[in-house]
């Protein structure tokens, strides 16, 4: 069985701040790792996806993210936070069950950017 | 090309009602898996679809069943609703899985009140 455990339900950071947005995951299997954003009243966007290649993802809008086996984590980092980054990332976790995806998402981490 | 469409957007039904959400996935996709998510919750694995079978289900009661048609396109329906029922319902496509792990594409949602 996999799980997500992401800390932090809301986080805050002003506008040009680093953001750090945390993500744990368990798997026995080897997993692949995702991170969604989500705008109010929307559907899931895909930021970027681990797959077992590069360690440290780059994804879209400046975000990138580190895979770390020993620490069983996959962080989400900007640089520097935009105004338009103020939304819902959910963190998921996806292992190949009998042939097809199983997918646990952690419960989110809202972020607030502040001016 | 079109993504993932879901109809209708918002719908309202009362408890005991039965209820039908409607998914067509992105072209050249052929999996589809149905997600609920409550307010203020990471989105739940319902179930998924291929060729026209459900491969995987979540934790949810028989209440909740799917159908995929032959264009690959997916119904949910929700049986004896109740006020727990209330979510934003989530579809999402993706290719069989093959070996690897491919990237689901999630729709707008459907939101549904249950009065």
């Known amino acids: 069985a996999q799980s997500v455990t992401q800390l932090g339900s809301h986080v805050s950071v002003s506008e040009g701040a680093l953001v750090l947005l945390r993500c744990n995951y368990s798997?026995?299997?080897?997993?692949?790792l995702f991170w969604y954003v989500q705008y109010p009243n929307q559907g899931l966007q895909l930021l970027l996806k681990?797959?077992?290649?590069?360690?440290l993802v780059k994804g879209i809008n400046g975000f990138e993210a580190e895979f770390k086996k020993s620490e069983t984590s996959f962080h989400l980092t900007k640089p520097s936070a935009h105004m338009s980054d103020a939304a819902e990332y959910f963190c998921?976790?996806?292992?190949?069950?009998?042939?097809?995806?199983?997918?646990?998402f952690g419960t989110g981490t809202k972020l607030q950017v502040i001016p | 090309d079109a993504g993932v469409t879901q109809s209708p957007t918002h719908l309202i039904k009362t408890r005991g009602q039965q209820v039908t959400l409607r998914c067509s996935p992105k072209?050249?996709?052929?999996?589809v898996s149905w997600y609920q998510q409550a307010l203020g919750q990471g989105p739940q694995f319902i179930f998924q679809?291929?060729?026209?079978?459900?491969?995987q289900r979540g934790n949810f009661p028989d209440r909740f069943s799917g159908h995929q048609f032959p264009n690959y396109s997916s119904e949910l329906n929700v049986n004896a609703l109740l006020l727990g029922d209330s979510a934003l319902y989530l579809c999402?496509?993706?290719?069989?899985?093959?070996?690897?792990?491919?990237?689901?594409?999630f729709g707008p949602g459907t939101r549904l009140t249950v009065l």
């Open positions: 999402a496509s993706s290719t069989p899985l093959g070996g690897r792990t491919d990237t689901q594409y």
């Open positions: 798997s026995s299997v080897p997993p692949y």
């Open positions: 681990y797959t077992s290649a590069a360690t």
């Open positions: 998921a976790v996806t292992v190949n069950s009998g042939g097809y995806q199983k997918v646990t």
């Open positions: 072209s050249g996709h052929d999996t």
């Open positions: 679809y291929y060729e026209e079978e459900e491969r």
